[in-house]
């Protein structure tokens, strides 16, 4: 600007015309604003329902709507699943890590084994959710050193729980555990299978379990396609005698406890996954509502107690659970590791 310009205006003159400049944008932001004031209280009164109530039902309604078209995706990807060739959503689930088993990668996975179609994708991210609540997402890295190997190592004793001719598994203990074409049958084998629990999810964590993570992958599959979401999800303990449901949503059974999860518990000690899919097995456990084990009783309940509460894992700690009970046994507690 010039020295010209500079005498004319002066700071005090330059000064009042910001001023008026921002009074005339702040005069556009009110009728701005209570433009938008009058289209919500307008939108409330045609509604019936009130603003702020309208503003709840507005998210309530878009809540519905992606509930409703991951429903529409999940049948249409089981629907793809099970057409000629394929295999039905939950049979997909019990099938899709025999590359594992057979201690093969991914990348070397065939698509047929003991006269089944096998390694075929899950539907709705269960898979994906079921990896992520028990092992870091991203690059892994070992962490166990000199274990690069898929026989799985035990947190109760720390040592190897497969024998030199153990991994692989065999094709009659394959076909055990996906033989079938009834999920309930594939659900049977898996939950009592002591094959499975010899192999981990990933090398790379030797401490996680194939077993427990297939099944939490089936239960959250079977969730997924009722219409619930991970953030609508329980973990519900009951212990025997106890209430409780069975089906495919149960991902341990023992003599002491049984869990499962589920979008709508029956009863018994229930605490809500949390908001996504994450290493949080401790955390869930030290909220449920009513403790599956008799802590009071034995001294040992209250160690397994106390280990579950630092375990983050769930893959890793539902395995430890049930190695724990095979290991030390129900005890003379009445009912396993509770009071009936």
């Known amino acids: 600007m010039s020295r010209r310009m500079l005498v004319r205006r002066g700071w005090m003159s330059c000064s009042l015309w910001s001023r008026r400049w921002i009074r005339r944008n702040l005069v556009m932001a009110r009728r701005m604003r209570r433009r938008v004031l009058w289209m919500k209280r307008m939108w409330g009164r045609r509604s019936g329902r009130g603003w702020m109530s309208c503003s709840r039902w507005s998210r309530r309604w878009i809540q519905r709507r992606s509930r409703v078209r991951r429903v529409v995706g999940m049948r249409d990807v089981s629907a793809s699943s099970g057409g000629p060739g394929g295999v039905s959503g939950l049979v997909a689930v019990f099938r899709h890590d025999v590359h594992k088993l057979r201690g093969r990668r991914h990348e070397d996975a065939v698509e047929s084994c003991v006269g089944v179609r096998v390694n075929e994708a899950v539907p709705c991210g269960a898979d994906r959710d079921a990896a992520l609540v028990s092992r870091p997402s991203g690059s892994p890295e070992q962490s166990v050193a000199n274990?690069?190997?898929?026989?799985?190592?035990?947190?109760?004793?720390?040592?190897?729980?497969?024998?030199?001719?153990?991994?692989?598994?065999?094709?009659?203990?394959?076909?055990?555990?996906?033989?079938?074409?009834?999920?309930?049958?594939?659900?049977?084998?898996?939950?009592?299978?002591?094959?499975?629990?010899?192999?981990?999810?990933?090398?790379?964590?030797?401490?996680?379990?194939?077993?427990?993570?297939?099944?939490?992958?089936?239960?959250?599959?079977?969730?997924?396609?009722?219409?619930?979401?991970?953030?609508?999800?329980?973990?519900?303990?009951?212990?025997?005698?106890?209430?409780?449901?069975?089906?495919?949503?149960?991902?341990?059974?023992?003599?002491?406890?049984?869990?499962?999860?589920?979008?709508?518990?029956?009863?018994?000690?229930?605490?809500?996954?949390?908001?996504?899919?994450?290493?949080?097995?401790?955390?869930?456990?030290?909220?449920?509502?009513?403790?599956?084990?008799?802590?009071?009783?034995?001294?040992?309940?209250?160690?397994?107690?106390?280990?579950?509460?630092?375990?983050?894992?769930?893959?890793?700690?539902?395995?430890?659970?049930?190695?724990?009970?095979?290991?030390?046994?129900?005890?003379?507690?009445?009912?396993?590791?509770?009071?009936?």
């Open 147 to 340: 274990h690069a190997s898929p026989a799985r190592l035990s947190l109760v004793s720390g040592d190897r729980v497969a024998g030199a001719g153990d991994v692989p598994a065999s094709r009659a203990e394959i076909r055990e555990l996906v033989g079938s074409s009834d999920p309930e049958q594939l659900h049977a084998a898996w939950l009592d299978s002591e094959v499975a629990a010899r192999f981990n999810e990933s090398v790379f964590y030797p401490y996680t379990s194939l077993k427990f993570h297939t099944l939490l992958a089936a239960a959250l599959l079977d969730n997924y396609r009722a219409g619930f979401g991970f953030e609508d999800l329980f973990l519900e303990a009951s212990w025997p005698g106890g209430e409780g449901g069975s089906g495919v949503r149960t991902v341990l059974s023992t003599p002491v406890v049984s869990l499962r999860v589920t979008g709508d518990p029956c009863g018994g000690g229930v605490a809500r996954l949390g908001g996504g899919p994450a290493r949080s097995f401790a955390d869930v456990w030290s909220r449920l509502g009513e403790q599956p084990l008799d802590v009071g009783g034995a001294r040992r309940w209250r160690v397994l107690d106390a280990e579950l509460r630092r375990i983050r894992s769930w893959s890793t700690a539902l395995q430890f659970i049930e190695d724990f009970v095979s290991t030390f046994g129900p005890g003379e507690v009445p009912g396993g590791g509770r009071d009936a």
